[in-house]
């Protein structure tokens, strides 16, 4: 069974258990899909790579199945998992396009174009009145990995970027920890706008659900444009507005979720390890960043291994 079969089907299923978390119990299904999910099962074909747990022998039936050739294909050979058809579709869920990457020129045109419909956003007049800038995102357009946060905090706000104060310089750190640098990656947050604070002089306050809802086109749309292979979500906000999880990002982290097809990895937020500078709250940090780096396929030291574990 092919690893792009095992892909699809595994994120299938994470889908539709987030849906389900999230209280769904109908999805719409295309016809076609109704129609493929009809046809009689491809028989021994389909486990021909399955090992018998008692033996450890191949199960029987041919050594290996052919997928058949996509339009234009000659080789037939397994495409990436990201340019197959959804399956399911979700009323009010948008998904990602299915077309062709765009050259790089387009792709620049078109995150530029994004970029100016966001800071003319006022889609929620009361924190487009409050805010002193629309913090967009930074880093590549390129990126393999993307950071996302709950929503901008004074210094961000102040400087029109994300993750600039002092749980941003944490996450700095942890980029570089593992052999990175800000520019190689991509760092948004589920809200553009500081969440205003009505009566107070400082602090933050968590987005609402709603403020999360109507932002969040945004981040879908820079998120089909970079194409990241890995999602990190930072925090329970993030998670919560990615997806739609209440449960706890105790819970939660460490485990590996799909969000719009790609992998991700729900972490805690920088700001909770400048509060709980435990060692053992570091490493479950780093733990889930070496899972990560590992999904990328980038090389880990040993000594990158070790960080944060006692000595």
């Known amino acids: 069974m092919s690893s792009t079969y095992n892909q699809l089907l595994d994120a299938t299923i994470q889908h539709l258990e987030d849906l389900k978390s999230r209280g769904v119990r109908h999805v719409a299904v295309a016809p076609e899909t109704l129609r493929a999910l009809a046809q009689p099962p491809a028989g021994k074909a389909q486990v021909a790579n399955f090992k018998s747990p008692a033996s450890g022998a191949p199960a029987s039936g041919p050594a290996r199945t052919e997928l058949?050739?996509?339009a234009g294909s000659e080789t037939g050979a397994p495409q990436p998992a990201a340019e197959q058809p959804p399956l399911l579709a979700v009323q009010g869920?948008?998904?990602?396009?299915?077309?062709?990457?765009?050259?790089?020129?387009?792709?620049?045109?078109?995150f530029a174009a994004l970029r100016q419909r966001a800071l003319a956003c006022v889609k929620c007049p009361?924190?487009?009145?409050?805010?002193?800038?629309?913090?967009?995102?930074?880093?590549?357009?390129?990126?393999?990995?993307?950071?996302?946060?709950?929503?901008?905090?004074?210094?961000?706000?102040?400087?029109?970027?994300?993750?600039v104060g002092r749980a941003g310089q944490l996450l700095t750190k942890i980029i570089q920890a593992a052999g990175l640098q800000r520019a190689d990656v991509y760092i948004g947050n589920i809200l553009k706008c500081r969440p205003d604070t009505p009566g107070q002089s400082a602090g933050n306050r968590k987005p609402t659900a709603d403020e999360m809802t109507t932002c969040i086109p945004y981040l879908h749309e820079q998120i089909d444009l970079i194409g990241p292979k890995v999602i990190v979500a930072l925090g329970a906000t993030a998670v919560e507005g990615?997806?739609?999880?209440?449960?706890?990002?105790?819970?939660?982290r460490g485990t590996w979720k799909t969000y719009r097809g790609i992998p991700l990895m729900p972490t805690y937020h920088p700001a909770y390890l400048l509060r709980n500078q435990a060692m053992s709250e570091k490493r479950k940090v780093w733990e889930d960043m070496l899972a990560v780096m590992e999904k990328l396929g980038m090389s880990i030291s040993e000594k990158q291994r070790n960080y944060f574990l006692k000595g």
Request: hydrophobic share 40%.
């Open 68 to 70: 058949p050739k996509r």
């Open 93 to 110: 869920e948008t998904v990602p396009s299915q077309g062709p990457p765009l050259d790089p020129q387009a792709k620049a045109a078109a």
């Open 126 to 163: 009361h924190l487009a009145s409050s805010r002193k800038n629309v913090v967009f995102g930074v880093g590549s357009i390129d990126a393999q990995l993307m950071f996302v946060g709950e929503a901008p905090g004074a210094d961000e706000d102040e400087q029109a970027e994300p993750f």
């Open 242 to 252: 990615l997806l739609g999880k209440t449960i706890g990002i105790t819970k939660l």
